[in-house]
């Protein structure tokens, strides 16, 4: 039933690098706004990125700001994301996620109803 397939996340130390890719399945995502979000161990879910379909604004919450880099690529019908100088805190099963309505993001997603990933999972550990 999921729209989007999640890849990338794994094991990391503090300070390493990640690449997650958000894939749609079943419809073409550069016509959306697109979210990221993230739920950390016994934690509720948390938004924290919303990139616009074309040159709209893109919005990064302030725990991964100047950190975490997204981007599209369109052919690919994928959505990447570059997680630079992991901290601990960052481990979190990693959603990304799309009402199917919106074409520019309004700010840093709070929650969303529409189409979601099962999520990779992202483990920061010394």
């Known amino acids: ?3 989007f397939e999640e890849s ?3 094991p990391v130390r503090p300070g390493g690098s ?3 890719s958000c894939t749609a399945v079943g419809f ?3 016509y959306y706004a697109i979210n990221w979000f993230r739920q950390a161990p016994g ?3 948390e938004g924290i990125i919303c990139i616009s379909s074309h040159d709209g604004p893109t ?3 302030d725990s991964v700001k100047e950190r975490f880099t997204v981007s599209r690529d369109n052919a690919k019908n994928t959505i990447y994301l570059q997680i630079n100088s992991l901290k601990p805190e ?3 099963v990693y959603f990304c996620a799309s009402d199917l309505y919106r074409s520019n993001c309004v700010g840093v997603p ?3 109803v529409g189409s979601w990933g099962q999520g990779t999972q992202v483990t920061v550990f010394s």
């Open 8 to 10: 990338g996340g794994g």
């Open 43 to 45: 934690k509720e879910r």
């Open 28 to 30: 073409n995502l550069d």
């Open 90 to 92: 960052d481990t979190a």
């Open 1 to 3: 039933q999921v729209q």
């Open 18 to 20: 990640l690449k997650l």
């Open 110 to 112: 709070k929650d969303l």
């Open 59 to 61: 919005y990064y919450a």
